[in-house]
């Protein structure tokens, strides 16, 4: 798929980043300067992580990561390490959309406070998922990546499982791309079902430690591009995001069988 490379009248145009019903102040969401130094940890562990793995990256989209222009990854998600494996294989700093019931006991707490950069978003709508919309968007207009896990759980028992709308929802609002990636890791802990607890804990462990000096594959494919014209879309952002998932789900298949 070629890349259209824009001029930077075109590229502020094309980027809408205000037009969501979701008011921001400029209190909200900010990155600090005491955020840069807070990085430096979680970095250091991704790079650590990646030198005790066999990371094999294949991508067809390396132009969008080298330019720093904000992104939405939408990561197929069969185990704890995905998240991990992503901040290895990526020189850039990278926040994830994280399951909110994770925030709910120490352990997930620190890992995805402290090591992953994680937004507490959760699987119903409502006005519980506001706070990390507004971070989402606006760590988007300050050019970072945002991570999705557009599955919302763990799914191992097939290619890939239902796309819900959180990844294409931001990326409608926000006019950035979204960029499929898959993982394929060889060890995987028990399948601990949905709900977040010491079952989901135990699995995480045991994937982090037990793909160590194992090979863990990366695909990334071909970016969706959001393409709507702003004042059309409270009328068609349904059969969009229905669009747009239908778009990632394909391209997840196409990433499954080059994974192999």
């Known amino acids: ?48 992580y990646r030198c005790l793995i066999k990371l094999k990256i294949n991508s067809v989209s390396s132009d969008y990561f080298a330019n720093h222009k904000p992104l939405i990854l939408a990561i197929n ?11 290895a294989a990526f020189k850039r700093r990278i926040f994830f959309a994280t399951d909110g019931t994770w925030f709910n006991n120490w352990f997930g707490r620190f890992f995805f406070s402290k090591l992953c950069d994680g937004i507490p978003v959760y699987n119903k709508q409502g006005a519980e998922n506001i706070p990390g919309l507004k971070r989402c968007l606006e760590l988007l207009r300050q050019g970072f990546i945002v991570g999705f896990f557009p599955e919302g759980t763990l799914v191992r028992n097939k290619p890939i499982g239902q796309i819900r709308n959180g990844a294409a929802y931001l990326s409608l609002k926000s006019g950035v791309p979204i960029v499929p990636v898959y993982i394929k890791a060889q060890v995987m802990g028990p399948y601990p079902g949905e709900e977040v607890g010491s079952a989901s804990i135990y699995e995480g462990v045991i994937s982090v430690f037990g793909n ?16 709507t014209d702003q004042d059309q879309l409270p009328k068609v952002e349904s059969a969009l995001i229905k669009k747009i998932n239908q778009k990632l789900y394909d391209r997840f298949l196409k990433l499954v069988k080059e994974a192999k």
């Open 212 to 227: 160590l000096f194992h090979q863990i594959i990366i695909s990334i494919g071909e970016p969706v591009l959001p393409e």
């Open 1 to 48: 798929m070629p890349i259209i490379r824009q001029g930077q009248g075109d590229r502020d145009k094309s980027r809408v980043f205000f037009t969501y019903p979701l008011s921001l102040s400029s209190r909200d969401c900010l990155i600090r300067k005491s955020d840069l130094f807070q990085n430096i940890p979680k970095a250091l562990f991704s790079q650590f």
């Open 77 to 87: 998600h069969k185990t704890g390490v995905d998240p991990i494996a992503v901040l």
